[in-house]
């Protein structure tokens, strides 16, 4: 089994993806660490992990671990994955990878024989492989509109969420989602993109933002994100012949079916839609199981860090349209 440590108590790790890799095949869970000793016991204990470290660095320094898990904040996202493949680790980071692209190309340096990918479950689960399964067979026609939108609503000023320093913000917290999405689907990068965002006044971090991008070919996104908006969340694939709904796209529940409708249009409403049903899985343990098996060199890496780092270049561009009230171009990963 591949041993993997888990960098810091955040909510994420604890609620959601520790307890998804505990049940994952060929994953042991085997240190967490926090800058609080007593905490990292706490949490360590009420998890059933065994190694419980007071510092980041105690456990980057155990030879036992093989992966990192680094879900802390944004800002120490590329720093301390860095630190982990230099202790020898391969990371699986949260997501954005870095506050900007300029900073996510500094892990362009790690050596060939580490693995580091940037934490998107979503392309784990089969519900995004079957979507994309029917994209690719023409049965939408050609796409033309990727769709989607994602809020939830969250005015704590202590939530790093909120916190532009450390950044926070909807674009930089859930719009890096639809970004992945729209790229994942066309199966291309976009060539142009331009955003509308409103910033909350206290905080200074965008609370609402719109986004459109060329994908050149007659392809085009749009997207909505909100951090404080009800909170809601759909994908449409618009083709010349039908559509495709992800009803859940992003924050798909663990151990419940997902729903993929598609629509011909024949009939107003829904009343030429059908149905296809996912079966029940965990995309944070299948997520688990995908870079075990890379790092076992079972499997290739499905993405790396230029995949990552265009993410990064399509946010740069969005935060430069805001700037320059214009159309900006997407930079690459070189």
């Known amino acids: 089994m591949v041993k ?30 926090s800058r609080n000793e007593e905490n990292a016991k706490k949490v360590a204990a009420e998890l059933g992990i065994a190694k419980a470290y007071g510092s980041y660095e105690a456990l980057l320094a155990d030879p036992d671990i ?9 800002h120490l996202h590329v720093p301390m994955t860095i630190e982990a493949v230099k202790a020898g680790k391969h990371v699986l980071c949260e997501k954005p990878i870095g506050l900007d692209a300029d900073e996510a ?9 580490r693995f580091v990918m940037e934490a998107f479950m979503v392309r784990a689960h089969p519900q995004w492989q079957r979507a994309l399964e029917i994209v690719e067979s023409g049965e939408l026609g050609r796409l033309q509109s990727f769709q989607a939108y994602f809020a939830y609503k969250n005015q704590d000023p202590k939530n790093i969420r909120n916190q532009p320093e450390l950044g926070g913000g909807g674009l930089m917290d859930i719009g890096c989602y639809p970004i992945v999405a729209s790229r994942y689907f066309f199966n291309a990068e976009p060539e142009r993109v331009v955003g509308l965002i409103d910033r909350d006044k206290a905080f200074g971090t965008d609370r609402l933002t719109s986004v459109m991008m060329d994908f050149g ?11 404080q908006s009800v909170a809601y969340q759909r994908i449409n694939l618009v083709g010349t012949a039908k559509r495709l709904e992800i009803l859940i796209p992003f924050n ?5 079916e997902t729903v993929l409708r598609l629509d011909s249009g024949v009939q107003p409403g829904d009343g030429s839609v059908e149905v296809e049903r996912i079966p029940a899985c965990d995309q944070y343990t299948l997520q688990g199981e995908l870079f075990s098996r890379v790092v076992r060199g079972e499997e ?5 860090i230029a995949d990552a780092i265009q993410n990064m270049e399509i946010i740069d561009a969005i935060i430069r349209s805001e700037r320059n009230d214009s159309w900006e171009t997407v930079g690459s990963p070189d």
């Not at 190309?105 to 024989?113: Q, Y």
């Open 66 to 74: 093989e992966v990192i898990y680094n879900p802390l904040p944004n």
């Open 252 to 256: 798909a529940p663990a151990g419940e």
């Open 300 to 304: 290739e890496l499905p993405y790396g």
């Open 105 to 113: 190309r500094l892990l362009m340096d790690i050596p060939d024989n």
């Open 217 to 227: 070919a007659g392809r085009q996104a749009q997207f909505t994100v909100s951090t």
């Open 4 to 33: 993997w440590g888990v960098l810091s108590t955040a909510r994420i790790g604890r609620e959601k993806v520790i307890p998804a890799l505990l049940k994952a095949k060929g994953v042991d869970v085997a240190a967490i660490a």
